[in-house]
């Protein structure tokens, strides 16, 4: 078992920043692949981005490169998303996940782990 907690969303306007924080305590974190995903109202879930376990790849959707990095501390067991150059359209409730597969996958039924979510609004 992993319980992941999500911090660090809130109101921002465009154009600001956030970084947001997931905190994983259980089984060794060090053990998964992360991502985290994100869920406007009325849409799907939407892979956002992921790391390997050592932080040797990451992956992101199109929409978010060169604004949105993920990284991880394994000694903190603590995985960021730090998010620049917000827009409007990034309006939504972000979840981080866990995945115990070696690569970087951005299905969410691949995931076993999610967290309870932190809402991210960003004002035009």
């Known amino acids: 078992q992993v319980q992941l907690v999500e911090s660090g969303g809130g109101l921002v306007q465009a154009g600001g920043s956030l970084r947001l924080s997931c905190a994983a305590s259980?089984?060794?974190?060090?053990?998964?692949?992360m991502g985290w995903f994100r869920q406007a109202p009325g849409k799907e879930r939407e892979f956002v981005a992921a790391?390997?376990?050592?932080?040797?790849?990451?992956y992101y959707t199109d929409a978010v490169k060169g604004r949105f990095t993920i990284s991880r501390d394994n000694a903190k067991n603590t995985t960021y998303l730090q998010m620049i150059d917000l827009k409007p359209e990034d309006t939504a409730v972000y979840y981080c996940?866990?995945?115990?597969?070696?690569?970087?996958?951005?299905?969410?039924?691949?995931?076993?782990?999610w967290g309870q979510g932190t809402q991210v609004t960003v004002s035009s």
């Open positions: 996940a866990a995945n115990s597969g070696l690569t970087i996958v951005r299905v969410t039924s691949s995931y076993s782990y």
């Open positions: 259980g089984r060794t974190f060090s053990s998964y692949t």
């Open positions: 790391i390997t376990r050592s932080s040797g790849n990451t």
